[in-house]
């Protein structure tokens, strides 16, 4: 499957372009909500949901904390699928 070009907005790429993508990216599907994908980089994960208008990523960090006060907030951010597909992977994939 070939991908439309990399400054095509998110939004004119079919759904199983968009999955293929997220699998090169180095994704993973969630078995039980196919909307959700998860990534583990050596300093942080994250969960990204393909929602009806954008797609949301929940960043954490992974260090493990020592106690529950030690736990960094959750970064979460949203992208309009208005946004090219280059444009989205640079912020996303760039981490926290």
């Not at 990399?6 to 968009?18: F, S, V």
């Not at 293929?20 to 078995?31: K, P």
């Not at 992208?79 to 992977?89: A, G, H, N, T, W």
């Amino acid at each position: 499957m070939t991908l439309l070009p990399t400054d095509t907005p998110l939004y004119n790429h079919p759904l199983p372009e968009i999955e293929q993508w997220l699998l090169s990216m180095g994704c993973e599907q969630d078995d039980n909500e196919l909307h959700c994908w998860h990534i583990n980089r050596p300093d942080w994960h994250a969960e990204l949901s393909l929602d009806v208008e954008e797609l949301t990523v929940r960043y954490h960090s992974a260090t493990v904390p020592s106690s529950i006060s030690d736990t960094p907030p959750s970064i979460y951010r949203t992208f309009k699928y208005s946004l090219s597909r280059q444009d989205i992977e640079n912020a996303v994939f760039a981490g926290p």
